[in-house]
């Protein structure tokens, strides 16, 4: 039944993506703004709580709907689990920005793809080249994949996977949510929520960066893995960059990202007189870097796919 469930639902989400402007996501960006504003008193256990009652209100309901779908009928149970992966999937949401800017670059409209990164990124654009274009496009893909994806596909795979799916993507929201934007930054009411994603996320991004080196170039991805995860400010993203470059053979994570302020890396790593050649496998960022993604990206969502059909039939024949 996973194995349908999450086939059904990427065969939908091809036909019909979801926007991100859905009803559904808007609802919940609504609620969890209702929940900051009732909780936060300035301290981090407000946090906690409101963290705590927003998990719960979503993820219960989840739960106990397929509990009852089950005791009606395994067809029900399959509906109810194709409508959750559908709602907490991500694939095609942001897409339309990679494919855009991959478009603009391939066809010298530097500027344009300028526009459509900063439109998607929030960053100031203006004075980047095109190589600094591909890797952030390429390193904001991987990450929004992971996250989007294959996260929701590990959560899924746990006992009442519907609800352990939108477990995972109330979680990661409110991470963001509660400590990315400007007037939430000096806040301690998100602390708590960011410090339960970074749990929640960590075996998910390691399962993620081990398809990547298992599709891509196992050895550099490995190597740049265990070698330079460590540049990025947070672990996770480390973790799936280091792998993810060191797969397609493209280094990430360079010196001059510290001041393009994107996925940033920890100062006292990496020294910023240093050469982006400084040691990690692969080379410079190019418009060929977003074709590399995409395949990348593809050939883990397959393994995925193949393991997940493994399984099945192994417990199905069990």
């Known amino acids: 039944m996973t194995f349908l469930s999450i086939l059904f639902a990427l065969l939908i989400e091809q036909l019909k993506p979801l926007r991100a402007d859905n009803p559904v996501y808007l609802g919940i960006k609504a609620f969890a703004a209702r929940i900051e504003n009732w909780f936060n008193a300035g301290h981090t256990r407000h946090g906690r709580l409101g963290w705590l009652v927003m998990v719960a209100a979503l993820t219960v309901p989840a739960g106990l709907i397929y509990w009852i779908c089950l005791r009606i009928s395994p067809l029900a149970a399959l509906a109810w689990n194709v409508v959750i992966v559908y709602l907490t999937l991500g694939f095609r949401h942001y897409s339309h920005y990679f494919t855009s800017i991959q478009l603009a670059l391939n066809s010298g409209d530097d500027a344009a793809a300028r526009a459509l990164l900063a439109e998607w990124t929030k960053l100031d654009t203006i004075d980047m080249d095109v190589s600094e274009i591909s890797r952030i496009a390429a390193e904001k893909a991987l990450v929004t994949t992971h996250r989007h994806v294959f996260g929701v596909f590990f959560w899924f795979l746990m006992p009442v996977g519907p609800a352990c799916a939108v477990m995972y993507r109330v979680a990661e929201y409110l991470a963001r949510a509660w400590n990315e934007p400007d007037h939430m930054r000096q806040e301690v009411f998100g602390?708590?929520?960011?410090?339960?994603?970074?749990?929640?996320?960590?075996?998910?991004?390691?399962?993620?960066?081990?398809?990547?080196?298992?599709?891509?170039?196992?050895?550099?991805?490995?190597?740049?893995?265990?070698?330079?995860?460590?540049?990025?400010?947070?672990?996770?993203?480390?973790?799936?960059?280091?792998?993810?470059?060191?797969?397609?053979?493209?280094?990430?994570?360079?010196?001059?990202?510290?001041?393009?302020?994107?996925?940033?890396?920890?100062?006292?790593?990496?020294?910023?007189?240093?050469?982006?050649?400084?040691?990690?496998?692969?080379?410079?960022?190019?418009?060929?870097?977003?074709?590399?993604?995409?395949?990348?990206?593809?050939?883990?969502?397959?393994?995925?796919?193949?393991?997940?059909?493994?399984?099945?039939?192994?417990?199905?024949?069990?």
């Open 191 to 318: 602390q708590f929520a960011a410090r339960a994603f970074y749990w929640i996320d960590w075996i998910p991004a390691r399962f993620t960066a081990s398809a990547f080196a298992v599709v891509g170039n196992f050895e550099d991805a490995i190597y740049a893995w265990r070698n330079f995860s460590e540049r990025w400010t947070e672990e996770a993203v480390g973790v799936i960059l280091a792998a993810g470059g060191g797969a397609m053979g493209v280094r990430f994570g360079t010196p001059a990202e510290a001041a393009a302020g994107v996925l940033p890396i920890d100062s006292a790593t990496v020294d910023s007189t240093s050469e982006a050649s400084d040691g990690f496998p692969g080379e410079s960022p190019s418009p060929r870097t977003l074709q590399s993604t995409v395949g990348l990206v593809w050939r883990a969502l397959l393994l995925w796919m193949f393991l997940l059909l493994l399984l099945s039939v192994a417990v199905w024949m069990g």
